[in-house]
């Protein structure tokens, strides 16, 4: 090996040891805390490794959620949710960037795609803020409005029924420019050569975007979706805690709202069950890993191409 190419080596060493640093420290780490999940954990002495040592092994932390009344209602909110996230934070993407990518005027296509950029870097915290400024019963813009046309005020933190709408709106809402982006980065890799040779031959944009834009697009919306599918164990906590709880309906839209997340969340902080907590975040990560390959070896298996690995 040359010495400017080992030179060049250590160079390129240099600039990723930071990331492998802090790979090791924040990712590797921790996963020595894993032991938890398989230990019927109890501070006893007052030291965390000396109390961990001296508590049994036990695999009651993985029976008690999936035998809980609880376990139902949570794994069907948190899959059927990312589900429809999935499935949305594909599909509306893609129609927006496209249709921005079809416009002549360049210049409202930056100013859209700037202020819809915009909620990704807001936190759930101000959004719910917002929400609720919305949906005050007493003083929301949307019960004014519907008064306003005679109708009645509805209590919306106090009524199930909406939110599942709501949640999925604002999950999009929030992911949507940052999604569009991703597309409209891989739409400007297309040759217009193709869609001039299409308009010549008679094609509508309708055809052009069916036979040439979504199968180029495939490979990035492969990636997406094989993404997607591992995280639909996993929920936006902020989404489903800090969105109900602004309103003070944590417990009226606990039917709609209560994830895997949000129940690892309130087991830790109110019952102080580390082992539990850990157990079912265990499950999380497995049951990702595991989508996650599955799915990239069935894109493997029809369309190698496609596939991440």
Avoid: C
Avoid at 14 to 41: E, H, N, Q, R
Avoid at 117 to 140: C, D, E, H, K, R
Avoid at 184 to 207: Q, V
Avoid at 208 to 216: E, F, G, R, S
């Amino acid at each position: 090996m040359s010495k400017d190419k080992k030179r060049r080596n250590r160079q390129i060493a240099l600039f990723t040891l930071p990331g492998f640093i802090w790979m090791l420290v924040f990712s590797y780490l921790p996963m020595f805390g894993l032991v938890i999940a398989f230990k019927d954990f109890k501070n006893s002495t007052g030291n965390f490794i000396t109390s961990l040592f001296a508590s049994d092994w036990t695999f009651n932390n993985f029976r008690i959620f999936f035998t809980s009344n609880d376990s139902g209602l949570i794994l069907r909110n948190t899959i059927l949710y990312n589900v429809v996230f999935m499935v949305l934070n594909i599909a509306v993407p893609l129609i927006v960037a496209i249709m921005l990518h079809e416009l002549l005027q360049k210049r409202w296509a930056k100013a859209y795609q700037t202020a819809s950029f915009l909620p990704y870097f807001l936190s759930w915290i101000v959004i719910s803020y917002s929400v609720y400024a919305i949906l005050n019963p007493q003083t929301g813009l949307m019960n004014k409005i519907i008064t306003a046309v005679g109708g009645k005020g509805v209590d919306w933190y106090r009524t199930p029924g909406y939110w599942p709408f709501i949640f999925v709106f604002l999950n999009v809402w929030k992911n949507l420019g940052y999604n569009t982006i991703i597309y409209l980065a891989a739409l400007t890799g297309i040759d217009r050569s193709l869609y001039e040779a299409a308009a010549i031959d008679g094609a509508t944009k309708w055809e052009q975007a069916k036979h040439i834009t979504v199968p180029l697009l495939k490979p990035v919306i492969t990636v997406i979706f094989i993404l997607g599918l591992g995280s639909i164990f996993r929920s936006d906590f902020g989404l489903f805690y800090h969105i109900p709880i602004t309103g003070g309906g944590t417990a009226a839209l606990r039917p709609v709202s209560e994830t895997i997340d949000t129940y690892i969340y309130k087991l830790l902080m109110k019952s102080q069950n580390i082992s539990q907590s850990a157990a079912i975040s265990f499950v999380q990560s497995v049951i990702g890993f595991l989508l996650i390959f599955g799915a990239n070896k069935l894109v493997k298996r029809y369309d190698p191409e496609r596939a991440i690995y």
